[in-house]
């Protein structure tokens, strides 16, 4: 298929799924993008994507790739290793990110000056294996991420689980995190790692009356009652089918999602070891939201 | 590598009343199973075995994609003159991993898991009671080798089940070429005597001689509509199968995923063969793994629930394999149709 400048080009464009090596159009009327290439005056798609058109700008978005971050993103990440100062964090992207000592929130307040003490205790803060929520702050010269939690907001996760999706389903929104009606709270990192735990009240929030060191770098879970833990499996076999069938995530989805689930009065595996509910899921889903 | 507050999570979800694992399956339920035979078409059997990953998608869909192999058979003509157990033939196993498959593994670390995996197949199918009947082409002269190459292609937790599963099932595809011993003989006086009576050379016997003798030196391949017979397991017994049993004291559960082999301390391989015929069931192998300690009382239990779930992974995989190899009968080209 040829690219046009005229509308019907376009509409039929960004609907067009390309395979690597494709030619997408000529190189004389049209500038190369990011997931194509030029050879023989042709632009051919390097990747498996949709096509995108700024203006004269081709690029090819990839269906599977690793995580693009950006300035103020929200991620989920899992703690690799300790190194001088820094911990490296595992967010899917292409590199490990990396978390300074000084980027995130230490006991004592604040205020407080960094320490040499701390940096000889940074696994009583974040050790290896440990997930935590921060945001990406600004990137290193390499392109490596340089994430903070330097809100009451981040830091480390418990009492729940980790799904993982491909990113490109997570869309950017006002806020990732989300607390369901069925008391689960959500994390949904850009970069396809969501944490589905059990809600905390906001009052009960560590930190709130001050900074509860304590608390917030604590690895011991609370008490989960049994109707939690099996609503928390629900929404991560939700997702998991979700992705699966390539839909966007997003509250109002999920929500839905769930909701139809527990009308259904499905058990939590039928949604994985059954096709036809797991299909029957996503088109439920589809007729309520059209425009996904 | 999970936080200590996931590994507790995991644990506490599994010893609640009643247990909970992460995706809602109950103790002792597997994911789905696809098992697709003759994927190879160089190799003389093969299988690919897939658990779990996202339902009804050829590349992992969007989601996660399951444990993965990939095993495939291939006969090679061994000379056993100097052989010390007859020469009956035998099984050579390798396994190798995909680093796409490990991707948190150094070549180091990637290598000595292999090797784990291969000793453990090798060590289990190489077992002389478990040689197949049938691999012999002249008696102690020359016999096939079976190179059995196991490859993962992904690891989502349960490897080894899929791994016995892949080769059990690429065993069950293998087909033995048909053969014909031949012996050569000079018959001096009979061919001269031809020589005399006519010109014609292909008059009289041929020096080659095709019938089945004693004393044959070589063979010949024979040609014939399908691909050779299948392998006899000796006394009708069945390849082995493994059940990994994760052990959490006091219950244990089938097919973890990476995520929940990472929070159990201990899991129990057992690896039993069925006899096709009879209820006669062989334990042709058994490892402990990880770094837990087991009550020496619990493991008979553990056996005789283990040999339970064993056999019902091999009778469903027997019925599969029976319906998929009925269906490639009338063959032109190999059928591979994968199945939930």
């Not at chain 1, 058109?53 to 899992?78: C, M, S």
């Amino acid at each position: 298929m040829e690219v046009d400048d005229t509308d019907g080009g376009e509409t039929s464009l960004r609907s067009k799924i390309t395979s690597p090596g494709e030619s997408l159009t000529s190189s004389q009327a049209f500038m190369r993008g990011h997931g194509t290439y030029v050879e023989d005056d042709e632009v051919i798609a390097s990747v498996a994507g949709t096509v995108e058109r700024v203006n004269k700008l081709i690029t090819v978005r990839p269906l599977q790739t690793r995580y693009n971050p950006e300035v103020g993103d929200l991620v989920v990440g899992r703690i690799t290793e300790v190194a001088a100062r820094r911990w490296k964090v595992d967010a899917n992207s292409r590199q490990d990110a990396v978390l300074m000592l000084s980027s995130v929130n230490l006991p004592g307040g604040v205020q407080r000056r960094k320490l040499e003490s701390d940096e000889l205790q940074m696994r009583t803060f974040f050790e290896e294996g440990d997930l935590l929520v921060a945001e990406v702050q600004a990137f290193f010269a390499d392109g490596a991420m340089s994430l903070h939690t330097r809100s009451l907001k981040y830091g480390k996760l418990r009492n729940g689980q980790l799904v993982t999706v491909p990113p490109i389903l997570i869309l950017r929104l006002k806020s990732h995190f989300y607390s369901l009606p069925c008391g689960v709270d959500l994390i949904l990192g850009l970069n396809g790692y969501i944490w589905v735990s059990k809600h905390v009240k906001d009052n009960e929030q560590e930190g709130e009356e001050g900074f509860d060191a304590e608390a917030v770098y604590s690895n011991q879970n609370d008490e989960i009652d049994d109707a939690t833990r099996a609503a928390v499996a629900r929404v991560s076999n939700v997702i998991r089918v979700l992705a699966a069938h390539f839909v966007p995530l997003n509250d109002t989805v999920l929500v839905e999602a769930y909701e139809w689930v527990v009308e259904q009065e499905y058990t939590v595996k039928d949604l994985l070891l059954r096709e036809d509910v797991a299909d029957a899921l996503v088109s439920a889903v589809a007729t309520a939201r059209p425009d996904l | 590598m999970l936080s200590k507050s996931e590994k507790s999570y995991i644990r506490t979800s599994l010893l609640s009343e009643p247990p909970l694992r992460a995706d809602g399956r109950s103790l002792l339920d597997f994911r789905g199973v696809a098992v697709e035979l003759g994927v190879t078409a160089l190799a003389n059997g093969s299988a690919r075995v897939r658990i779990g990953g996202d339902a009804g998608s050829e590349s992992g869909g969007g989601g996660v994609c399951g444990t993965e192999v990939l095993v495939a058979v291939k006969v090679e003509v061994e000379d056993v003159s100097g052989s010390v157990d007859g020469g009956k033939g035998r099984m050579a196993c390798n396994v190798s991993c995909s680093p796409a498959a490990y991707p948190s593994l150094t070549m180091l670390q990637l290598d000595d898991f292999q090797s784990d995996l291969t000793s453990i197949l090798d060590t289990t199918l190489g077992c002389s009671s478990l040689c197949p009947t049938n691999l012999s082409i002249i008696p102690r002269k020359k016999a096939w080798l079976l190179h059995v190459d196991a490859l993962v292609l992904a690891d989502d937790g349960n490897v080894y089940d899929a791994l016995f599963l892949a080769a059990a099932a690429a065993l069950h595809d293998t087909r033995i070429p048909r053969t014909r011993p031949i012996e050569y003989r000079p018959n001096n006086a009979r061919s001269q005597a031809s020589a005399d009576a006519s010109d014609d050379p292909m008059d009289g016997a041929s020096g080659l001689d095709t019938h089945a003798m004693p004393k044959a030196t070589d063979f010949e391949l024979m040609d014939y509509w399908d691909e050779g017979e299948p392998l006899v397991c000796p006394n009708g017994m069945s390849w082995p199968i493994c059940v990994t049993l994760n052990l959490v004291p006091p219950l244990f559960y089938l097919d973890a995923t990476t995520v929940e082999e990472d929070a159990t301390l201990t899991r129990l391989l057992l690896l039993y063969s069925f006899s096709t015929n009879s209820s006669n069931t062989r334990l042709q192998g058994m490892r402990l793994l990880g770094h837990g300690e087991v009550e020496a009382n619990l493991i008979k239990p553990l056996i005789r629930e283990g040999e339970k779930h064993a056999k019902h992974l091999n009778q469903s995989l027997f019925a599969k394999l029976k319906s998929e190899l009925t269906k490639r009968i009338p063959q032109i080209v190999p059928s591979t149709k994968r199945n939930k």
